[in-house]
């Protein structure tokens, strides 16, 4: 290869609790011996308990030659100091990175990053990051076409990293105490994003882990735990060379890389964020549709109950404690939400997640059923890309009489075209669609827009909404298209399966049934969060 650049100059330092009048002295004492870097990260704790260090630096004026890129706070007690920054900055030249993204250099490397401490709540905070926030950036990345990071910037550890190991010297080093400052979801992002190098800090000691091999790639994954910088006990700073993947040389070197520290099934670092109890199969509860007590709801809520008179969780044909349900057709049962086949697929593999008790949409919905939805999709969007696939996801609430999510995955190469071919088949119809700001929920969006709606999900994290509530009211859905999506995704451009639109012709006999179902629960098991 002939590319001239050179690879980046990258300092990683941690655990400057608020030292940082010495910290930037230290650093611009470490560029005239060593000659400057391009780019300084920190990890773990940047603020301390005390104010004094920072205000000096402030107050100084002293500006840092070289960009110093901050990780947000662990603890609450910090969140103030990032809070209303003027682009990002801190001080001058010092930035916050954000609670995650990926941060792309000139030179072409990514670097993952995700601020703050894990927690199971449902809402985060400045300095925590949960279950929808990492999944959601791992579905950005792959979206964007990251699959794999240069460095991931972390100030917990990923729990489990020290499993495996086999250097001696290794082995002896203090074992970390912080069980805090350790993460699951840590652990289940590096095994998606397979960094090349993985910095965390937070623990106190400095663990330089021999190199694993990742699973599901041929990437060697570096993991770097850093000391403090204020407690000078342990390395606390890592400064190196790299260059973007394409522009690395072969690694010739011979390390003794061990095999992945992670479980193999990567669902094990999220179960935890499931809810405990499973406490039915199939109940014969009659649950009815999730109420809101906010007065604004009381008007749909009676909407849904009219419109849900003649069907009703004896005869549903998709709530679980129905005689109805074609049993063989499921594939797994959640707590809230179960994966099932469908009657007369699309495609191999064209499911849909339907919720356990009855309700209408997405908006009756409660929070611990959406929470579950989020997690299965996240997992099916891991499986279908470990097959080369993406999943589109959407759900018709124009007659319809209980909530189903249908999901068809569609080649990658395909994704590109997804957004045009729906809108376009839209306009056909003579019908809107338009775009969910990224800011929205469906939840406000739906809600807003009374009962009857479709929506859609494409890979590529657009998310498009046509509202049948027209003043016309029922006249409006009769001319909806019901097959529109199956039109859509059937098209020659797309699946090029034209012939399978309606799905009551391309019906299969319950053999044909119950093997698909059987082989997609097996292909799925590794990624599937719920367990049996
Ligand atoms: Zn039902």
Not at 322 to 332: A, G, L, P, Y
Not at 381 to 389: A, H, I, K, L, V
Not at 442 to 454: G, H, K, T
Request: glycine residues 6%; charged residues 25%.
């Amino acid at each position: 290869m002939s590319d001239t650049k050179k690879p980046s100059k990258i300092l990683i330092c941690c655990g400057i609790n608020g030292c940082i009048k010495s910290f930037v002295e230290h650093i611009e004492g470490l560029f005239v011996k060593k000659g400057t870097f391009d780019y300084v990260f920190c990890v773990g704790d940047f603020f301390g308990d005390c104010d004094k260090e920072w205000l000096e630096f402030k107050e100084s004026g002293n500006i840092v030659s070289v960009p110093v890129y901050v990780l947000g706070p662990n603890k609450k007690e910090h969140e103030k100091y990032f809070i209303n920054l003027q682009d990002q900055q801190l001080a001058p030249n010092i930035f916050y990175l954000g609670k995650d993204g990926v941060f792309k250099t000139s030179d072409g490397l990514k670097i993952g990053y995700i601020s703050g401490i894990e927690s199971n709540k449902a809402e985060n905070e400045i300095h925590t990051y949960n279950f929808d926030s990492i999944s959601h950036f791992k579905e950005s990345c792959v979206r964007n076409g990251i699959v794999s990071l240069d460095i991931l910037l972390t100030s917990p550890w990923p729990f489990d990293v020290r499993k495996k190991e086999r250097t001696p010297a290794n082995l002896k080093i203090k074992e970390p105490t912080k069980l805090y400052y350790e993460s699951h979801l840590l652990s289940w992002v590096a095994i998606d994003l397979t960094p090349r190098y993985h910095f965390s800090g937070l623990q106190g000691v400095f663990y330089q882990r021999s190199p694993y091999k990742n699973c599901n790639s041929n990437t060697v994954t570096r993991f770097i735990g850093l000391g403090d910088f204020n407690e000078q006990k342990y390395k606390w700073l890592y400064g190196f060379l790299l260059s973007p993947i394409e522009l690395a040389s072969a690694n010739k070197i011979n390390y003794t890389v061990t095999e992945s520290p992670y479980a193999d099934n990567p669902s094990h670092y999220i179960t935890h964020v499931l809810p405990s109890t499973k406490q039915y199969f199939y109940n014969t509860s009659t649950n009815i549709n999730y109420v809101d007590n906010g007065p604004s709801k009381k008007k749909k809520y009676g909407a849904v109950l009219k419109q849900s008179t003649d069907i009703n969780t004896n005869n549903c044909w998709f709530c679980l404690s129905s005689k109805n349900i074609t049993k063989h057709m499921v594939v797994s049962i959640g707590d809230n939400i179960y994966i099932a086949g469908n009657k007369g697929p699309l495609v191999k593999e064209h499911i849909l997640i339907a919720t356990v008790n009855h309700y209408k949409s997405f908006p009756n919905l409660p929070p611990e059923a959406e929470k579950e939805i989020n997690l299965i999709k996240s997992c099916l969007n891991q499986y279908f890309e470990s097959t080369g696939r993406l999943a589109v996801y959407f759900e018709r609430n124009i007659l319809s009489a209980h909530y189903q999510l249908q999901v068809v995955p569609v080649p990658k190469r395909m994704a590109d075209r997804l957004e045009n071919v729906f809108k376009n088949k839209f306009s056909e119809y003579n019908l809107s669609l338009v775009d969910i700001p990224p800011a929205a929920s469906l939840r406000q969006i739906a809600a807003n827009n009374y009962e009857n709606y479709f929506y859609a999900e494409l890979p590529n994290g657009k998310r498009l909404f046509h509202s049948a509530f027209k003043k016309t009211g029922s006249q409006q859905e009769q001319k909806f298209p019901l097959h529109i999506a199956r039109e859509i995704l059937a098209s020659p451009r797309l699946l090029n399966v034209e012939d399978r639109i309606d799905w009551k012709t391309c019906d299969q006999s319950k053999i044909e049934e119950e093997t698909d179902v059987n082989l997609f629960r097996m292909a799925f098991a590794p990624f599937n969060p719920i367990k049996d």
